[in-house]
């Protein structure tokens, strides 16, 4: 059973680029979640998407939005990149109101 | 909103030996989870442990323990016998029951050495 895939695993973007980050949820599951690490820190929830509609979001500019497919798989897509951009980027996902959460390991973005 | 605090930052333990990390945190909430997270080089976030705060009875997971106290808002995690394996970064995190988005604090990076 593949658990939580993310890609791709490294990026590096020039600022004011645009980037799409990608997520399998694991199997079975229907909710996935979106996170930002920046270096030294604790993920920062970004939002969630359930149904394929944005359940929650945590405070982020519109610059980043996301989608979710009828598949469950989900997309991060942030524009006019930053470099405070730069961070790991991880996906949680779960099955509908469970309360365990399993990560994937995440997509390391670079702004340059 | 909630927040999450862990005091922390970093930590070493002797191989074998028990060490405890810290975490409070804030909310108005009377139902919520709490959690702690493992991040070792892997970066892949594993979950350690969870508590209920309905529940009154601490969590175990064999090596790993917390210490809930609900009126303090303190949740702290105990890892006996320590082993090379636990070295990692060990993250508290909350979350209230309704939608299961996570408020993280800042992490403890623990060492275990030999």
């Excluded at chain 1, 658990?3 to 079975?28: A, E, F, N």
Aim: glycine share 6%; proline share 4%.
């Amino acid at each position: 059973d593949a658990g939580v895939t993310q890609s791709p695993t490294h990026l590096i973007k020039t600022r004011g680029q645009q980037v799409t980050l990608r997520c399998s949820p694991k199997s079975g599951h229907d909710t996935v979640s979106w996170y930002q690490q920046a270096l030294g820190q604790g993920p920062q929830f970004i939002f969630q998407y359930y149904e394929e509609e944005e359940r929650q979001r945590g405070n982020f500019p519109d610059r980043f939005s996301g989608h979710q497919f009828p598949n469950y798989s989900s997309e991060l897509n942030v524009n006019a990149l930053l470099l405070g951009d730069s961070a790991l980027y991880l996906c949680a996902s779960s099955l509908g109101g469970h309360i365990e959460a399993f990560f994937g390991q995440g997509t390391r973005l670079t702004v340059v | 909103a909630q927040t999450v605090t862990q005091s922390q930052p970093e930590m070493s333990v002797q191989e074998a030996e028990t060490v405890t990390l810290s975490c409070t945190y804030d909310t108005s909430e009377s139902n919520y989870y709490l959690f702690w997270y493992k991040q070792p080089p892997s970066r892949q976030m594993i979950l350690v442990i969870r508590q209920e705060a309905y529940k009154q009875q601490n969590a175990t997971e064999n090596r790993f323990s917390v210490n809930f106290q609900k009126a303090a808002k303190s949740f702290s995690l105990k890892i006996s016998d320590s082993q090379l394996g636990d070295t990692a970064m060990y993250f508290c995190a909350f979350m209230k029951l309704k939608y299961n988005d996570m408020r993280f604090g800042a992490g403890t990076r623990l060492t275990v050495k030999p």
